[in-house]
């Protein structure tokens, strides 16, 4: 079994097959107003530039 790094996500997968790794991301701060909202979203935009699915839960 071979790996190679996968150039866009920087996680190694099994050559000859598709990638299917999950990646969750959290952002969190008690206080308001420190741009977890924004920072969330410019995530989602550079993710889905790189063609990947992304679900975005603000709460």
């Keep these: 079994m071979k790996l ?23 952002l969190a701060n008690q206080k308001g107003g420190v741009g977890k909202t924004t920072t969330a979203m410019s995530l989602k935009v550079g ?5 990947q699915r992304v679900i975005l839960v603000n709460l």
Excluded: M, Q, T, Y
């Design 47 to 51: 993710l889905v530039k790189e063609d």
């Design 4 to 26: 190679k790094r996968s150039p866009r996500l920087g996680f190694f997968c099994v050559e000859g097959r598709k990638c299917n790794a999950k990646i969750i991301i959290i």
